[in-house]
């Protein structure tokens, strides 16, 4: 009773809207400005609570939907107004944008939770104890940027969010830029991501201003009202708008040919990566096309372009994942593959499906990354241990040449980890897809939603499906089990609780997630279909034939990815615990890479380097653009402008000009007619001198003269 009366009270929660972005603003000015005088503690606490605060406003938010399931906007003040064209910053309260408040907001908390014990650590192991502050600023900007986005009520507002993750993004994979290979090569993976997404940026702006052109606004009702109201008459337009979308799309949520930039920012600490790529940035794009739907459900050919471009990166991010050895790497090609998953379900007009994976997604991928995390300080620690001891320490020749990131360097750590290896199985089985895990019933809605729309995707998710099982439980088997190949390892202690707690909330998530849109029973699809709901003028469109299956459950489906999902385990199994458990047991010096190389032999090392297209894209793009920037740096700007336009034309115009205009001009005009009138001045008063004699005689004669001039003058004219 207390609660359905609350739910019918509850719009005025709709005008706290705005704190989601003041809260972690605020946070962050906290501690920009005092968090020099605060301790460590203080400065995770604000930070915390700011995100904390942010996600209360936004359960608040749901909580008035409930009641007033349409939402609405709410007005805070005016951005930009010239002429005709009014862009406000005012808040879209809908059942997709809360959704993607809570995603943001609530995994976020728990990351920042998180960070706060894991950055304490990560700061004195790379010796910069004082970057703990600024650590926690860029995390809260980060919230406030997407925020921002997911908040927006229109194109304009939206994109200054999309750009704020960027440039966070860049922040916070480059956060220790004066680490990596040569001493930069963090700060090169930061400028690479943030190169990357201008290129999809690109692609969003040349699609807002063609919105604009076409439709005169930038405001989502506006425009979506537009399309229901005039039909096909903006199909050409739209279908441009909609591929120019894809490729932001690309850029931002890490599709073929954009993906390269996500791999590398691995460089930041384990809290950026799981921020990134769980809760934050990368589902940006998926959001955005599920924020466009008007506009893709009315050009079909856009949608299947999407939707095989989300299947092609699906598989290919999967391959690759199955040859990486970096325990976080392969969690990020696994996050390319599943952001592939997503684009294929909101590009074949499967939108809840898609945004119902982006949700359970969400929670296992942060809990993998996060767990990563656990399994590298934990390591960590174990070399610390073994630093300080001289007995230990003559074991290992180079300890600081050890990588506790190599899964090569692991195993049996089920032992010694037992709360981080329970969690990150979760989270593996999740993702593996395997019931009643959450990832087994968003990916199988997905799946479903293929099979009916488009085989092609279909044939293509589903290959992916069985890579996902085989590489998680490759990860699983070289980490935890066997026996610890490398001396860290056996001294790897579990991490304190401040760490622990937030996987074990998260792994609860994973386990449960996944019922919030069982079967029959649809809880999410009738929360998003106040938003997501096809106008009768809509109805023949593509969207209509994904609404007519969407949350449809098919036993045969589910029955061959969860078969495959357990093949591809036992598989990995057979491999790595049955066929050659030795290869593991080796040190690495003495052991073949993997023993998958066995069975595969070259095609694993086209796996392991990713089938070279960052070599690919270095010999076609960046070695021309590079030969091209120092040509026109050194010829044409070098010897064309600056040595010839400037110093010959210019400079030297310039000083013939001068001399002649000094010489000729100056000497032989100016100055020339200045000195003759001088001289005529002289004449003159020299001629005139002669008529001062100094005799009163002389004056009374001339003065004399002068009036019989001056009579004669009078009288005769």
């Known amino acids: 009773m207390w609660f359905s009366e609350t739910v019918a009270n509850s719009t005025q929660f709709f005008s706290l809207v705005p704190w989601v972005v003041f809260f972690p603003l605020i946070g962050l000015l906290v501690n920009l400005i005092f968090g020099g005088r605060m301790s460590e503690k203080a400065i995770g606490i604000t930070a915390c609570g700011a995100a904390g605060l942010s996600l209360l406003i936004s359960v608040l938010q749901a909580v008035s939907l409930l009641g007033h399931p349409g939402g609405m906007v709410v007005y805070l003040a005016d951005w930009i107004v010239v002429g005709d064209l009014a862009i406000q910053w005012a808040f879209q309260v809908d059942t997709l944008s809360v959704t993607m408040m809570l995603v943001v907001a609530g995994v976020g908390t728990l990351i920042h939770i998180y960070a706060v014990g894991y950055m304490h650590e990560d700061v004195r192991h790379n010796g910069d104890p004082t970057r703990y502050q600024r650590f926690f600023v860029f995390f809260n900007l980060f919230i406030v940027a997407m925020m921002i986005l997911v908040s ?91 591929l120019f979308m894809l490729l932001g799309v690309a850029g931002k949520s890490a599709q073929i040919p954009l993906y390269v930039w996500l791999p590398d920012a691995m460089a930041g600490p384990t809290p950026v990566s799981a921020l990134i790529h769980a809760a934050t940035m990368v589902t940006a794009g998926v959001y955005l096309i599920a924020r466009s739907h008007p506009l893709y459900v009315q050009v079909p050919e856009a949608q299947n372009i999407v939707a095989l471009v989300g299947g092609a990166t699906a598989l290919f991010a999967a391959t690759i994942a199955v040859g990486q050895f970096d325990i976080k790497k392969v969690l990020a090609y696994s996050t390319i593959s599943q952001l592939g998953f997503m684009t294929a379900a909101v590009g074949m007009g499967a939108f809840t499906a898609g945004m119902f994976h982006l949700v359970t997604h969400s929670f296992f991928k942060a809990l993998l990354f996060l767990s990563a995390g656990s399994v590298i300080q934990g390591i960590e620690a174990g070399l610390h ?96 089990f066997g026996e610890s190949r490398a001396e860290p390892t056996a001294h790897a202690r579990e991490n304190p609780p401040v760490i622990t707690i937030p996987l074990m909330i998260l792994a609860g998530l994973s386990l449960l997630g996944g019922f919030i849109n069982l079967p029959v029973i649809h809880t999410f699809t009738h929360w ?58 080796l040190p690495p010096k003495q052991r073949s890479d993997d023993p998958l190389k066995t069975f595969i032999g070259p095609l694993f090392s086209a796996l392991e380097n990713k089938w070279w297209v960052d070599e690919l894209y270095q010999t076609l793009v960046i070695t021309p653009y590079n030969l091209l920037a120092r040509y026109l740096a050194q010829v044409i700007d070098g010897r064309f402008w600056h040595d010839w336009v400037h110093d010959v034309l210019i400079v030297g115009g310039f000083r013939f000009f001068t001399r002649l205009l000094s010489i000729q001009f100056d000497l032989g005009v100016i100055d020339s007619t200045a000195n003759s009138l001088a001289d ?37 004219w």
């Open 152 to 242: 927006a009520d229109n194109y304009l507002m939206l994109f200054v969010g999309w750009e704020g993750v960027g440039l966070c993004s860049y922040l916070l994979i480059g956060f220790w830029y004066d680490k990596g290979k040569d001493g930069i090569g963090n700060a090169l993976a930061g400028k690479k991501a943030f190169i990357t997404n201008r290129i999809g940026d690109f692609g969003f702006l040349i699609a807002a201003f063609m919105i604009y052109v076409a439709f005169r606004t930038f405001n989502f009702h506006q425009i979506f009202e537009q399309i229901q109201q005039a039909g096909s008459s903006f199909t050409p337009a739209i279908f441009a708008i909609t």
């Open 528 to 585: 998003l279909e106040h938003t997501l709901t096809i106008e009768e003028a809509m109805i023949n469109f593509r969207l209509g034939e994904a609404a007519e299956a969407s949350g449809q459950f098919n036993p045969m489906v589910a029955g061959i990815s969860t078969g495959l999902a357990l093949f591809a385990i036992l598989l990995a199994w057979w491999i790595y615990m049955q066929r050659y458990p030795a290869m593991l047991k």
């Open 680 to 716: 005529l001045a002289k004449s003159l008063a020299q001629q005139m001198r002669q008529l001062q004699t100094g005799y009163v005689r002389s004056y009374a004669l001339w003065v004399f003269l002068g009036v019989v001039v001056i009579l004669g003058y009078l009288i005769f």
């Open 385 to 480: 241990h073994i630093e300080h001891d001289p007995r230990l320490k003559k074991k290992m020749v180079k300890p600081h040449d050890f990588d506790p990131q190599d899964m090569r360097n692991m195993g049996g750590l089920r032992k010694r980890m037992p709360i981080t290896f329970w969690v990150y199985l979760i989270g593996a089985l999740a993702l593996a897809g395997i019931a009643p895990l959450a990832g087994f019933w968003s990916k199988d809605e997905i799946l479903a939603e293929a099979k009916l729309i488009s085989p092609t995707v279909y044939g293509l998710l589903t290959i992916a499906a069985f890579f996902t099982a085989f590489y998680m439980g490759r990860q699983i088997l070289m980490v935890f």
